[in-house]
């Protein structure tokens, strides 16, 4: 087999042949595969053009106003030592952590782009600061998959726990290259003026949002057409063969690889079954992030020169911990099975989330972050004036 794989003919005559069933069953279940492509549309329209658009505008002018000059004087004593970057990469890992995916990482090459970090800074970056948002969490699974506030504030920190141990696991790559401010033979970073930066933040925004959004349609039927070929079900009972000693059913296995695929789906397929066991494959999802945010997070890389193994190593790190950390929480607080779950298990949290109030909470969320950069940014400015004055004197 790898000898087949291993030749550039046979690799593309296996491509064609893939695309070609996938052209077959496209025409054998196109109710499917329109039903699927409604939901991601849904998905779309409701949930991620409200909450990323905000957050995607703010993390470009945050770089582009060179906001994360101010911040990187600040907040380098706490970078360096724990993540072995300089401080400008705070804004990566704040807007990372609460924006969601895929912001964290497309600030982070953003910064190495403009020069403000090095390429291994920004691999480093890459491994930790692409999370998902509380919203996310919070609300469509711990109130929508789990009917449980408790559930989704313990996803919640098991999920940046995770995320901050894996920074600083990351700190130990390419040891020999410490806290750089600039990238090496990179350009010299200079901020913009506002209505400069102001239009580029948004329409890029806008272009990288529809990327996002294809991403999500194709893998939304892509994996409706899996289910309804039965090729799905048959990679979960052979992984649930593999995986038989540690008493993974196919069930469960279906569920998993679904994850593996595409976040949302996964996770909102978690609506029944020992809540011990939904809560740490939701971890492990959550952790992993999916293909189809992987594919976005490619999409953004482009011809950068950023290693692609550095982050999916730091995502697969992440999903371990991030199971663990919620089987360990769990121990620590047991949580009670809701009564009301069987409601949440008829509902479709994610796709029929209003429009109007996820706009509303993305806005507020990004307007509170930007306030917060802001003035920071101010006093790491004040402090430098400060000192400039105490050198003239």
Known sequence: MGRILGRQHYRDALLGLGLLWGAFALVLWPEQSMGAMGDGLALCANVILPSLFPFFVLSSLVVELGLT????????????????????????????????YPVGARTAIQLYQSGQCSRTEAERLLA??????????????????FGSGAAGLLLYLAHLLASLLVGVIFRF??????????????????????PRAFTRSV?????????????????????????????????AGGLSALLSPLGLSPLWAQRLLTGLVELSSGVTSLTDGPLSGRLS??????????????CQVLAFLGDSGLSLRTYVGGKLLHALLSSLLAA??????????????????QTEAIA?????????????????????????ALRGAKKTSGKSRARVV
């Not at 029929?352 to 920071?376: E, K």
């Open 69 to 100: 000059r101010y911040l990187g004087r600040l907040l380098e004593p706490v970078m360096a030592p724990l993540f072995r970057v300089n401080g400008s990469c705070a804004a990566a890992l704040a807007l990372g952590a609460v924006g969601g």
């Open 128 to 145: 930790f600061c692409n999370n998902s948002g509380p919203a996310f969490i919070l609300g469509a699974v711990g109130a929508g998959v």
């Open 173 to 194: 790559y390419k040891p020999d290259q410490g806290p750089l401010t600039r990238r090496a033979g990179g350009p010299q970073f200079q901020a913009v003026p506002f």
């Open 203 to 235: 329409t890029g925004s806008l272009q990288s949002l529809l990327n996002i959004c294809a991403f999500v349609l194709f893998f939304t039927v892509f994996l409706r057409i899996l289910t309804y070929a039965g090729v799905l079900p048959a990679l």
């Open 281 to 294: 494959m939701a971890a492990f999802m959550l952790g992993w992030a999916g293909m189809c945010v992987h």
């Open 328 to 345: 360990g929480l769990y121990r620590l607080f047991p949580l009670a099975e809701p009564a009301a779950s069987y409601l949440a298990r």
């Open 352 to 376: 029929a989330l209003d429009f109007s109030r996820a706009l509303t909470i993305s806005a507020g969320a990004a307007w509170v972050t930007f306030l917060l950069f802001l003035a920071l």
